[in-house]
């Protein structure tokens, strides 16, 4: 599988984005998929993982901001951002796992396969 990004831009501080990620097949049928970021400087962390029932899990720092969703039929996963905030400027990337989907985790660890990432910049 090959995953693409794309939405991020440069917005003011409350602002609204939504990033997209193409993905080509995915032939497994149990599997889950997520948004990562990376600041300048800091680790890779997890955003929002979603699974193929639709289940969904958030980082504390974006729960009630941030949506993950799916478009099954046209193989995209979204990320629908509002009240954006300076702290959230980073590097956004979009992942996919099969195996490891049993963790249920945010740790990029779990994640094989990535997207070359869009960038996002919130100014305030």
């Known amino acids: 599988v090959q995953l693409v990004e794309s939405g991020g831009d440069s917005v003011q501080s409350g602002g609204s984005l939504r990033l997209e990620c193409a993905a080509s097949?995915?032939?497994?049928?149990?599997?889950?998929m997520g948004w990562f970021r990376q600041a300048p400087g800091k680790g890779r962390e997890g955003v929002a993982i979603?699974?193929?029932?639709?289940?969904?899990k958030y980082s504390d720092s974006v729960k009630g901001r941030f949506t993950i969703s799916q478009d099954n039929a046209k193989n995209t996963l979204y990320l629908q951002m509002n009240s954006l905030k300076p702290e959230d400027t980073a590097m956004y990337y979009c992942?996919?796992?099969?195996?490891?989907?049993?963790?249920?985790?945010?740790?990029?660890?779990?994640?094989?396969?990535w997207g070359p990432g869009t960038q996002v910049t919130v100014s305030s």
């Open positions: 097949k995915y032939t497994y049928v149990n599997y889950c």
């Open positions: 979603i699974n193929n029932l639709g289940n969904t």
């Open positions: 992942a996919a796992e099969a195996q490891l989907c049993q963790y249920w985790s945010l740790n990029p660890d779990f994640f094989a396969v």
